[in-house]
């Protein structure tokens, strides 16, 4: 009996071919955008202890409740695949002593992240995101930065028709009063309110505006649902003002929407969510927001936060829906074609040299005659290629065959490493 295949996990999958230019493309613009604004990379690890989410994400969320990866690893200790970055950051800020030597920084991560979701189109059990983070700044306008380097970042990916959605979701102070007008609101309703919101009630009340079920959704269309605006302090409601004023100055549109609270806890004040129209039900393509009190969560109080998070695979999932025209291709300059034993050993030198010129190259040792390397070479894209047998051998020299004209002509050494060196920038 055969053996049953090895495919890649439930939720998870491999990204090649055409699909990872576009992750490149994505990667490139990301580190670029942090470049020009000044944020620096932080690499955390893939795992982090348990009771950094429990404490940091919030022991009451659909990611803490349902979604961990986590598991006890040999030496008994309760470890998770982190399911998110902004925890993992404010951990290291904390543990490398930041908050007394060098208190504001900016960072930003890109990465692989695990949640154990139901897998469907654009949500993954193992999916990627890039996030920046700013940490130790309390000013209004950071939040607009973050918000800014987010809608630059989707801009220079050509992608457009996105809405951005705002929501301020308080402080320490003025969120006691909401939840408890939020609590009384929906324990008269309770019968209409799904087993996991009832749940929610008592451990979490805000997480109830999470939930997508019909008979909770119904509720919030209640013309006398509380909404939170209504009960932000004077900071908070000046905090949004700014915010709101800073993305009116910098063009950038927002829409409110008061039920935006976001998967996680740890958010405070500015809460934000870019969606799609075009993904169907995951139309998430990226969310941040105001994470003031998260240092405290893990035992330090005091340290401001804002940043934002935005998954990949979706981005990619709508530049290959929406820009198809513009894939960025990759195709080297030259293709090298040995015709025998002895040709492989000088493709396999010249590859050297080309390196040396920064010609990119692609070596086809497949032991074929020259129509397959031909054929080949065509269906690549490649403008060059260089044919190396017994003839050029004795001839101590190359054959370089222009696909686009046709014409083919016989080159030393130097003088073809000065052709290609010219028309590398033509590739
Ligand atoms: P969150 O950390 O939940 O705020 O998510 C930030 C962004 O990550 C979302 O807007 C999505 O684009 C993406 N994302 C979250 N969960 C998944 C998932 N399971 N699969 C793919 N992308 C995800």
């Not at 993954?124 to 987010?150: K, N, T, Y």
């Amino acid at each position: 009996m055969g053996q049953q295949k090895i495919t890649v996990p439930k939720g998870t999958k491999d990204i090649l071919g055409e699909e990872v230019v576009w992750w490149q493309k994505v990667e490139e613009v990301v580190r670029e955008m942090a470049n020009l604004f000044g944020y620096q990379e932080i690499r955390t690890p893939i795992f982090e202890q348990t009771e950094l989410f429990a404490r940091g994400v919030g022991e009451e969320t659909d990611i803490v409740q349902k979604e961990m990866y986590t598991f006890q690893d040999k030496g008994g200790r309760s470890i998770t695949l982190r399911p998110e970055g902004t925890a993992p950051v404010m951990r290291a800020y904390i543990e490398h002593g930041l908050s007394v030597t060098n208190p504001r920084v900016k960072w930003f991560y890109l990465g692989p992240m695990f949640r154990y979701e139901r897998p469907q189109a654009g949500r993954m059990r193992q999916f990627h995101q890039f996030g920046f983070e700013a940490l130790g700044f309390s000013r209004p306008a950071v939040d607009v930065e973050i918000i800014l380097v987010a809608y630059l970042i989707y801009q220079e990916l050509g992608l457009s028709e996105l809405t951005l959605e705002l929501n301020s979701l308080g402080c320490e102070k003025c969120r006691p009063s909401y939840l408890s007008k939020l609590t009384k609101f929906l324990e008269e309703r309770k019968d209409n309110l799904c087993a996991n919101c009832v749940r929610r009630l008592e451990k979490n009340p805000l997480r109830v505006l999470d939930c997508k079920e019909e008979g909770c959704q119904n509720l919030f269309k209640s013309p006398s649902f509380p909404v939170i605006e209504e009960y932000l302090c004077s900071d908070c409601r000046n905090h949004q003002f700014k915010v709101e004023a800073g993305l009116e100055n910098l063009g950038i549109s927002y829409q409110i929407n008061p039920f935006l609270v976001r998967g996680l806890d740890y958010y405070t004040k500015t809460a934000f969510e870019v969606k799609t129209g075009q993904l169907g039900a995951q139309d998430a393509i990226g969310g941040g927001g105001r994470y003031d009190q998260l240092s405290a969560a893990l035992g330090v109080p005091g340290v401001a936060g804002v940043g934002f998070a935005a998954g990949i695979e979706r981005i990619v999932l709508l530049l290959e829906k929406t820009q198809q025209e513009t894939r960025p291709k990759k195709v080297p300059c030259l293709y090298l074609s040995p015709l025998d034993e002895e040709g492989e050993k000088q493709v396999l030198r010249l590859a050297r040299e080309l390196t040396k010129w920064r010609v990119p190259f692609y070596c086809d040792f497949a032991d074929k005659g020259l129509r397959y390397h031909l054929k080949k070479a065509q269906k690549s894209g490649v403008k060059w290629v260089l044919m190396v047998g017994q003839e050029e051998i004795e001839r101590g020299g190359f054959s370089l065959k222009n696909l686009t004209s046709g014409s083919q002509v016989f080159l030393q050494e130097d003088e073809l490493l000065r052709l290609l060196q010219k028309e590398k920038s033509l590739c």
